[in-house]
């Protein structure tokens, strides 16, 4: 059998759904060269910014991570200005503003429980944010530090997509789950996705210009938890729904190994979903060099709509 995690994952056909990372904001941040596997804290980024850009994120909803054009990353120093970009991805008030930056510490300054919560203005008056005016971002985890087959699989899918004229496409430091390698992150709708090939990104990648969303292959929306991307994937699998903002969770009852989670249409329809969590078998690496484990995946138990009578009874 195949030696690196995501080979084994794939041959083990283990499900993608609910693997998400979990982020209501997303801000990225163009560092180019080297990353190390902590990429705020070992990269050519100050090391003291990144462990404060660290403390001023953590609970705030919002999750940072570094950003590079794709190909060869030779031992450069500083930019003179960086790209930054920051993304709400919680469906109803979705947005992707952009902005440039020659000091990347003027981030300290941004109001990280609003921009968590989704309001975006400190993003304007710190970096003179604007709305983004191009298309979809998509992120191709990329840090080989992290695990090697983000390298071996996420480079030359993020070379391969850049070649092709695909614009918006940035690796980027960590997206959680190198098992499903390559992975990657559609911005501003937050949805990502795992075992991504060329055409497939690009098939994503035309669905979110047109405000829709690819279920084939995807982990789940990271504006949810783990139990709500899986039921929120599920419903929209049930009745054929793709329209990216048309499904919220907006409620998730129980705890772990069992929720139910309430999943609402903007059409006003719900349907209940039973999630239950279980063990991956035959046990497997999370990663590539770690000891054998049983990863828990988010498995759906049911799927039935509802009434708000129903709900209240």
Request: hydrophobic share 40%; with cysteine; net charge positive.
């Amino acid at each position: 059998m195949s030696s690196t995690c995501s080979n084994l994952s794939r041959e083990l056909d283990e499900p993608v759904a609910g693997t998400a990372a979990t982020a209501r904001t997303w801000l990225l941040l163009e560092q180019p060269g080297p990353w190390g596997a902590k990429a705020l804290t070992s990269s050519h980024l100050d090391p003291a910014l990144g462990r404060a850009l660290e403390a001023a994120a953590r609970g705030s909803g919002v999750r940072i991570a570094l950003v590079r054009r794709p190909g060869r990353h030779a031992d450069r120093r500083t930019p003179a200005t960086r790209r930054v970009y920051v993304a709400h991805t919680v469906p109803g008030n979705v947005w992707l503003h952009a902005a440039t930056t020659s000091d990347p510490g003027r981030l300290l300054d941004l109001d990280f429980a609003a921009l968590g919560g989704g309001e975006p203005g400190s993003f304007a008056t710190v970096l003179g944010g604007r709305p983004h005016e191009g298309g979809p971002l998509a992120l191709v985890c990329t840090n080989g530090k992290r695990d090697r087959c983000c390298a071996l699989l996420g480079r030359p899918l993020a070379a391969e997509l850049a070649a092709s004229g695909v614009e918006g496409v940035w690796e980027v430091t960590h997206l959680g789950g190198h098992r499903f390698s390559p992975t990657i992150l559609c911005l501003p709708y937050g949805y990502a996705y795992g075992r991504a090939e060329a055409h497939t990104v690009k098939e994503v990648l035309h669905g979110v210009e047109k405000g829709r969303i690819v279920v084939e292959g995807c982990r789940g929306c990271s504006a949810w938890e783990r139990p709500g991307q899986t039921a929120e994937l599920a419903v929209r699998r049930a009745v054929g729904e793709d329209a990216a903002q048309a499904l919220r969770v907006v409620r998730t009852d129980g705890a772990a190994p069992r929720w139910d989670v309430t999943v609402a249409h903007t059409d006003g329809r719900r349907w209940l979903v039973e999630v239950a969590q279980g063990a991956s078998l035959p046990p497997r690496p999370e990663s590539c060099g770690s000891a054998l484990g049983s990863p828990a995946r988010m498995d759906v138990v049911g799927v039935r709509e509802v009434t708000l009578a129903a709900l209240a009874g």
